[in-house]
């Protein structure tokens, strides 16, 4: 009994107690228990003995838990208490809702799985209140053209991709070797040898307008390498920002090389930009809520400059 | 006496204090408790340390201890009402909880292992599923849903017609905020609440990123209105603002009209020449809609009202360093 806290002991019991006692004559063996419930026979036989003891006063036979513990066996008869397991806690419920969901809006998901069918029963037994309580979006991501990666990657073959490029803002075509579909904070992304650009990259596939197979196999990796969404290999500069108070979310959304805070609220960042048109979408959104201090060649007046291009629309 | 028997003694007496907390219609006085529950010391300071304890190691289980108030402290008797302690069955088969289980073991949502495992004895135990595929999703790729430390305390909120009391902070600056939550949604890799904001007397949704501090919950059942069978799809952040909506009516061009649409798909749009495409667009949070039209640098123009125009011109004269637009 060394290995389990009396708390686990007491959570799992109640939940092999009633467990047993819906088996067919209330029987079942302790090897298939231990499976289940994920606990060895030692553990196991210690937890019933001690339960075929429990009961309430005035400990009449209708009262008592009446567990018979044989070599490799165990009874169960239950009066009118523990007959049913303990509710799952908010915490639980959350977690098996939100998964299962996630896993259901993945594109393509069958909805006669065993986890669909899984999740309908288990929303009926938790009730109304939870059957509506969380939804969840893995992303925006046409099916057709997940579904197309998803075959090349099995097939290993190469894709053509239409991709609108957010960093340097314009729609071209590219030769992809696709590795790995890969999902991360709600969206997901290809991860492959980008044949165009002579280097790996991972595209947003809700960004491919169109996918095309090609005829041309390729080899994978071994092993992948590393997923990483923020990748500073292709910086090309960095610039010094005074932010105001209002603008300090940028600290917590993008990586900075440093952060300095200033006694008057605002504080001072040091930024590596790895794309122009990033930058430029910065600097829009902030007005004068960010002033450029310091900037590599070429950053120091991306703000005015990209306000200009952006009047010129106005002003047709 | 060994550890081993301690801790062998301690889970007999909670299985004691549980069987006579659900056998009681009208609750059990803690003085019967000592008397008839075995296990539990004479001594009364003792007895109180003890009972205190397990009662407290039963509630983080999740066991629903009812406190019957009685005239003096010695009346006060404990309970466990069965219909708010039992699990209804929910008739799962093997296959159904083997892919509960993998959906539990693939999408991290913050919880931890044990308590996953925690879950799935409740359901009924964990078992090899008998179909090759029972999650039906064609992907070994791991997903991950970010966690948030006001998820669990609005979840109970939802499923437990809770009221929720938290500070929120807007561009406006940090404000406490009344609500009773409907509904969670997470889209575009962010969790927002959709609730009752009982002080603006309508609908409102809030991003959990911008809940501050804990939140705090009423009684359950301390909500007065009833979820709407159909929410306002209200995910976008610049209709999380508090004024009144205006109608924004903003061109995309052809390169990003797409892009456009899938943020912009409840609004209605029409085509305009050369491909591209105006939408009309409902707008509570100007600065944030700002800058979501901004993010399409000069592929996006804002056309009507004329004084959202006039403000769209005005920000980028300032940021160009031109007196006037």
Known sequence: MADLTAAERLDRTLAI????????????????????????????????????????????????????????????????YFRRPLRLTAEQTFALLTSAKALLSVPGADEDSALARGLA????????????????????????????????????????????????DNTGNRLI?????????????????????????????????????????????DPVPEFQLFDSSGVNGRVTLRLGPSAKWVVEYYPTESVTSEPNGAITVELAIGSLAWFERLLLRLGPDAVVLDASEGLDAVGPASARRLLAIYSE | MTPTDKSAEKFERQMNLLAALSDTTQGIRAADIQQRVPGYNPDHDSFRRTFERDKKDLLSLGVPIEVVVGATADLTAYRVDKSKYELPDPGLESDELAALHLALETVAVGSTQADMARAMWRLGGVVDSATSDPLGVPVGELTEIPSDPALIPLFRAVTERRTATFEYETTAGV??????????DFQRGRWTLAAFDTSREEQRNFRLDRIRGDVVLDGAGSQIHPAPSTLDEQSDPWEFGDSDPIMVSVQFDAEVASFASESLSSCLSEEAPGGSRIFQVPVTN?????????????????????????????WLSAIAGDSNG
């Not at chain 1, 339960?51 to 400990?59: A, L, Q, R």
């Not at chain 1, 904070?185 to 790996?200: F, I, K, N, R, V």
Request: proline share 5%; glycine share 4%; with cysteine.
């Open chain 1, 121 to 168: 029963k288990v929303l009926i037994a938790l009730g109304e209140a939870s059957e509506t309580a969380v939804e969840i979006a893995i992303d925006t991501a046409s099916d057709a053209i997940t579904e197309q990666l998803r075959s090349a990657i099995d097939n290993r073959l190469c894709v053509e991709i239409t991709y609108y490029s957010y960093g340097r």
């Open chain 2, 175 to 184: 404000s406490e905020r009344n609500v009773e939550p409907w509904h969670l």
């Open chain 1, 17 to 80: 107690v009633p467990w047993v006692a819906n088996q067919p004559n209330g029987t079942a063996t302790f090897s298939e228990i231990g499976e289940r419930f994920n606990i060895d026979s030692d553990d196991l036989r210690d937890c019933l003995v001690i339960t075929s003891m429990v009961g309430v006063h005035p400990y009449t036979p209708d009262v008592l838990i009446n567990a018979i513990v044989d070599a490799d066996t165990v009874s169960i008869e239950l009066p009118d």
């Open chain 2, 286 to 314: 100007w600065p944030a809609f700002r800058s979501f039209v901004l993010s399409f640098l000069d592929h996006a123009e804002v056309l009507r009202p004329a004084d959202y125009r006039t403000a769209m011109i005005d």
């Open chain 1, 177 to 221: 070797d696709p590795w790995t579909i890969h999902s991360e904070g709600g969206l997901w992304y290809l991860q492959g040898w980008c044949h165009t650009s002579g280097a790996e990259r991972i595209f947003r596939i809700d960004r491919i307008r169109e996918v095309t197979q090609i005829d041309r196999a390729f080899d994978v990796p």
